[in-house]
């Protein structure tokens, strides 16, 4: 749902990015995003959360595993059961990366994203 103050609409998640590598739109200041193809439904979907500034404790990406400088396994930095491998096909370093970022994001929106939400709709 958007909020209207004075005809402007002040949208929770204002500043979003479309990222062509990983296909998806990315609010600059919180972290959270879509894999929505238009702006406007990833807008709704963003909208049921709140954007808050990255916390310092945020889950991301922690490589664990290097070959040559290329990453081959992942994992979060939040659930240290949580391991995320590329397998044997191996690419260049950012084609690995990305990889593995993608399995993040996945385990993120999944897990974290909602946990999050739940929290905080518990905690309002």
Partial sequence: MVQWQ?????????????NPELQEWL????????????????????????CQPYPVNKPHLVILVEVGRIPIKGGCSACKEVLFTTGDDIGTAQEQHSRLESLFREHFRKVHMH??????????
């Fill in 6 to 18: 004075w005809g402007l609409s002040q949208m929770k998640h204002s500043e979003l990015r479309w």
């Fill in 27 to 50: 609010c600059v200041r919180c972290g959270l995003t879509s894999d929505h193809s238009n702006r406007e439904d990833a807008e709704t979907e963003l909208e049921s959360f709140e």
């Fill in 115 to 124: 946990k999050d939400a739940r929290q905080k709709a518990t905690n309002a």
